[in-house]
């Protein structure tokens, strides 16, 4: 019997230990074990202290950036898109410009539509770029990293 072990052993490549770290209660619910693990240190880098008020700052204006609803520029720009194509689409097919409710549509209403939609998303698209610069430079305020020659 010890020879079918052996032979087990050698080709299933098992190595056993016993277990001699292992502490259970009498019912065996609470096991505890210890084990040890290989810790990677990082590559060492300097540490610098950042206040907890600074971090709550910065939470609360991603907070309030997240709160952030449909961005109302892209609508204007696929009106504008919409208005101005349908003034060309007109133009390209010879619409007549008569006092008919299709021809002032398309020779009236829709090219001052299109060009107001694309003057509000040239606003608002300007506000969000601002908007993402205020940030950036809200956050550069309070995660300041010191220089070398700030040190000396």
Same mark, same amino acid.
């Given at each position: ?56 700052? &910065?939470? !609360? ?5 997240? $709160?952030?609803?449909?961005? +109302?520029? /892209?609508?204007? *720009?696929?009106?504008? %898109? ?41 606003? &608002?698209? !300007? ?5 993402? $610069?205020?940030?950036?430079? +809200?956050? /550069?305020?309070? *995660?300041?990293?010191? %220089? ?5």
């Amino acid at each position: 019997m010890e020879e079918i072990d052996d032979i087990y052993q050698t080709f299933s490549n098992i190595i056993s230990e016993d277990s001699g770290n292992v502490i259970s209660d009498e019912n065996n619910r609470n096991l505890q074990y210890k084990d040890t693990y290989n810790i990677h240190l990082p590559k060492a880098r300097d540490k610098i202290v950042l206040d907890i008020d600074s971090i709550e700052k &910065l939470q !609360k204006e991603c907070k309030e950036i997240k $709160k952030a609803k449909y961005p +109302y520029a /892209e609508l204007c *720009l696929g009106l504008a %898109s919409l208005l101005l194509g349908a003034f060309l689409s007109a133009l390209i097919s010879q619409v007549t410009y008569e006092l008919k409710f299709l021809s002032v549509l398309f020779y009236s209403f829709c090219p001052v539509g299109g060009v107001g939609c694309s003057v509000a998303y040239w606003f &608002l698209r !300007k506000s969000n770029i601002v908007d993402a $610069k205020r940030l950036a430079d +809200y956050v /550069e305020e309070y *995660l300041v990293v010191p %220089s070398e020659e700030s040190e000396k």
